[in-house]
């Protein structure tokens, strides 16, 4: 690939990652849960992988596991950069902002030792009657 495919494919990755900590460090500053339309702010820390998985593990293991599983997505994700095709650069690029995401959390994770969510989409009406 040529250096401006590079830059194609990984400057999604660094934008998303980017996003991800400015959002994240400022919705640790919501205190009340707000609703704009059909999105819903609301500060929640999330010490477990998808739904609360693994949240019952001692911090310590939590926190190495869940990041490892990490660091093996970002491995997978540049061995399948190297063996596409160089004519995918659109599968690349979306393949870059789905590990900028997932990155994002493994930092949360690193740093915090938990992953801050923060966003609900619905009705606020859909929120409060599944409490």
């Not at 400057?11 to 980017?18: A, I, L, N």
């Not at 702010?41 to 869940?66: D, E, K, Q, T």
């Not at 970002?74 to 596409?84: G, H, K, N, R, S």
């Not at 590990?99 to 929120?127: A, C």
Request: aromatic letters at 14%; charged letters at 10%.
């Amino acid at each position: 690939m040529k250096k401006r495919d590079w830059i194609i494919v990984f400057t999604p990755f660094v934008f998303t990652w980017g996003v991800d900590r400015i959002t994240k460090h400022l919705a640790t500053s919501i205190t009340h849960m707000e609703f704009y339309g059909p999105f819903g702010l609301v500060l929640h820390h999330n010490h477990g992988a998808i739904m609360g998985l693994f949240s019952h593990l001692p911090a310590v293991l939590r926190i190495v596991s869940l990041s490892t599983g990490g660091a093996f997505l970002l491995f997978v994700f540049a061995l399948i950069q190297f063996m596409l095709p160089t004519k995918s650069l659109v599968m690349r690029a979306g393949l870059s902002f789905l590990i900028g995401g997932i990155i994002g959390n493994v930092t949360d994770r690193i740093i915090w030792g938990y992953v801050v969510d923060f966003l609900i989409i619905g009705s606020p009406q859909k929120f409060y009657s599944c409490i």
